[in-house]
């Protein structure tokens, strides 16, 4: 039996074994550059060819508000065995530069992704993400179904209004934009370190902030330190919210509700049950609103799925790329 860890095994031969691969947190996020493709240029990462066997599809990782590629890391090196991994930066967020007059909204982010999906030439993909990156997961196969293979959707930043500063990573957020009080807010975020603030992420997003190796605290800082050196990083992070709210408030065709249910590829909706940012009370309606959608709740596990439980994750993604490929 070919190992369908080792490229040149053929793919059709990484169905008979589903045993995912050891894991070693120790490697480092996979290599990274600027590529263009479909006319959109961004700055991605790409799991290592050497762990995908020819002829595997693509798999495709949206990252979610604030966060970026390398928020894949760990998962994608699990899953590459069966396909070749590309996380996005979306424009504004880790390494990608914006385009002139980039709106951030929803639909203009899947935009983004669908043209640079449809650029690889290479037929559907199966398509990751992690809240904000799983809204717009959701507009990208509502919209563009002949691209998605199948979508996975990690704690999707469906709508919920709570009206709860425990939903931010620092309560001063929630000041930041309002006149005269919003601008010492927003000095003293300015002058927090960027230990400080990815700390912070790290215990809104994490239940138990322990699962983090401390190689990947590093990384993390390091990573905010350069993004927060480029001008265009405060303003994606807070038009981007805004394209948020906007959606979750939207009603009839352009509800994400309405997105849900137009999306035809085979689906799983992976929660944390302690997710502290999108309640997981969501994730029973999100699943019900899909034609072919499956649901994996996680005990113990916060917003970051993908991050905190990655074996976990992989495990159910894999079984359902195995019935979506066997169903095609």
Sequence with gaps: MAD???????YDSAWDDLELPELDEHLPPWPGTVEESGGVRLHVRRTEPELTPDGAPTAVYVHGLGGSSTNWTDLGRLLAPWARGVAVDLPGFGLSEPEDGFDYSLRAHADRVA??????????????????GGAIAILLAARWPELVRSVTLVSPAVPDLRPSIKRLSDPRLALAYLPV?????????????????????????????SRLPPHRLAEMVEEYRQRSGHAWAVTAMGRSTLGIVRDWVARGPRSLW??????????LVV?????RVISARKAVRTVRALRRGRLLMLPDTGHVAQME????????????????????
Excluded: K
């Design 258 to 267: 309405r997105a849900l249910e137009e999306i035809t590829a085979p689906s």
């Design 181 to 209: 009080i919003g601008t010492r807010a927003r000095q003293q975020l300015i002058a927090m370190t960027p230990e400080q603030r990815v700390r912070q992420v790290i215990e809104l997003c994490y239940h138990d902030p």
């Design 309 to 328: 439980q990655p074996r976990r994750v992989a495990q159910a993604t894999v079984e359902l790329w195995r019935e979506a490929e066997a169903g095609r």
């Design 4 to 10: 369908p860890g080792v490229a040149g095994g053929g």
């Design 115 to 132: 043209r640079f999906v449809r650029g690889f030439g290479d037929g559907p993909v199966h398509v990751l993400g992690n809240s904000m």
């Design 271 to 275: 929660w944390g049950e302690r997710d």
